[in-house]
């Protein structure tokens, strides 16, 4: 039997098309725009955390990024990330579990989370997420975390959120991590509605 969130995903990939989820964004720009400002490019080793149905692996093999890691709880999102990507999907790898639960096995250069840490709302919950984040990545790694703002939504997929600014999240991080850029993003959803979104670049620390 699966585990209840990963079944709460699962159906939701199963029952709705990807461009109705109101989370669905056709080109993230956003978070390119981050990538080009602070990453180093395509040479760089890049995870991104609740890849779902996103665009961003689309965009990243566009671009030439070699040695990227798509992570989701959704094994039903994964596969559909598949089949999109057809003949380069095996230019990714792809690692299906619960970020709370997720012991990495490498340290990448790059973590992008558009919107699983918000969903964490139990503090143990987000203090299992940080220990994922500190083991999971290189010194001097760029952290991309977008949750929502405090002008946000409460719920998502009917599950509460925790919203965010950018100073709340520099907090949680904690010093270890150098806030590089924090701005509100309004995402207009695929019915028209606006949902305002914390954007962050990190940059985590020598020890």
């Known amino acids: 039997m699966q585990p209840p969130r990963q079944s709460h995903w699962d159906q939701r990939y199963q029952s709705s098309a990807p461009q109705s989820l109101t989370w669905f964004q056709e080109n993230p720009v956003d978070s390119l725009a981050l990538l080009a400002r602070f990453s180093d490019g395509p040479g760089q080793t890049l995870i991104d955390i609740g890849t779902g149905n996103s665009r961003l692996p689309d965009a990243l093999l566009d671009q030439g990024w070699q040695d990227i890691t798509l992570f989701d709880i959704s094994e039903m999102a994964l596969g559909q990330t598949k089949t999109r990507l057809g003949d380069r999907h095996a230019q990714a790898t792809y690692v299906q579990g619960d970020i709370t639960a997720f012991t990495p096995h490498q340290r990448w250069d790059i973590w992008h989370d558009r ?93």
């Open 115 to 207: 919107a699983v840490f918000h969903f964490l709302t139990d503090q143990a919950e987000q203090d299992a997420y940080l220990a994922a984040l500190d083991l999971g990545t290189a010194e001097n790694a760029l952290i991309i975390l977008a949750t929502f703002a405090l002008s946000g939504p409460e719920k998502c997929s009917g599950l509460p959120v925790k919203r965010y600014s950018a100073e709340m999240l520099s907090d949680r991080l904690g010093s270890r991590y150098q806030l590089l850029d924090g701005f509100c993003v309004p995402h207009v959803t695929p019915s028209g509605n606006i949902q305002d979104f914390t954007f962050t670049a990190f940059r985590k620390r020598p020890a």
